[in-house]
């Protein structure tokens, strides 16, 4: 890799962190969202007193990366075997709130519906409650949460009162999980 390149990708990542520190310690902004089957979830409202994992994606193209983090997010975080600990592997069960939230906004609001009907159909029924639809406006949400680019999702860990505790942006990594669940571990 040439010298320009990574100074390029230095300055790039010193953008985003400084984006994101702007972002962190700041309530997440009220959202009205659904699920597939119709049932409302207000963010943060009706997430506070547990940690909560959220990721965005608001253009197709960043559905594949959004999609990168539900398996490793599933059985981290969503999938409740009895007790709170894995008598194989000792592993401690996290009580947390995860979401996925496709945003529909402009033209694609109409698509909403659509979307939650291939949900059910197509999805593990496991995963369905943990997938949110957000239908209406962008512009709070990008200038609230800096939103840099459509075509990549972002991700946010709130506290246990809608705060913005860790933001990251992009596919899953071993290193990204790795922070999340540094944070929600804490007590």
Same mark, same amino acid.
């Given at each position: ?91 401690? +069960?996290? !009580?947390?709130?995860?979401? &996925? *939230?496709?945003?529909?906004? #402009?033209?694609?609001?109409? %698509? $909403? ?35 840099? +680019?459509? !075509?990549?999702?972002?991700? &946010? *860990?709130?506290?246990?009162? #809608?705060?913005?505790?860790? %933001? $990251? ?19």
């Amino acid at each position: 890799m040439s010298k320009r390149v990574i100074q390029f990708l230095a300055i790039m990542a010193l953008f985003s962190f400084q984006s994101y520190a702007q972002v962190v310690g700041s309530q997440f902004p009220s959202m009205n969202t659904s699920t597939a089957d119709g049932k409302v979830v207000d963010l943060p409202k009706d997430t506070q007193g547990k940690y909560t994992l959220l990721g965005l994606a608001f253009s197709k193209k960043s559905e594949d990366d959004l999609n990168s983090w539900m398996e490793p997010v599933f059985w981290k975080f969503i999938d409740k075997p009895e007790g709170k600990i894995d008598q194989l592997f000792g592993n401690y +069960q996290y !009580d947390v709130n995860a979401y &996925f *939230v496709p945003m529909f906004t #402009g033209i694609k609001t109409a %698509a $909403t519906g659509t979307a939650k009907k291939q949900a059910l159909k197509k999805m593990d029924s496991r995963l369905i409650p943990s997938i949110l639809f957000y239908k209406g406006n962008l512009k709070p949400y990008k200038d609230a949460l800096d939103f840099q +680019q459509k !075509d990549i999702p972002y991700f &946010f *860990v709130l506290d246990k009162k #809608g705060k913005i505790v860790y %933001a $990251t942006s992009g596919s899953y990594s071993d290193e990204k999980m790795a922070k999340v669940e540094e944070i929600v571990g804490e007590k």
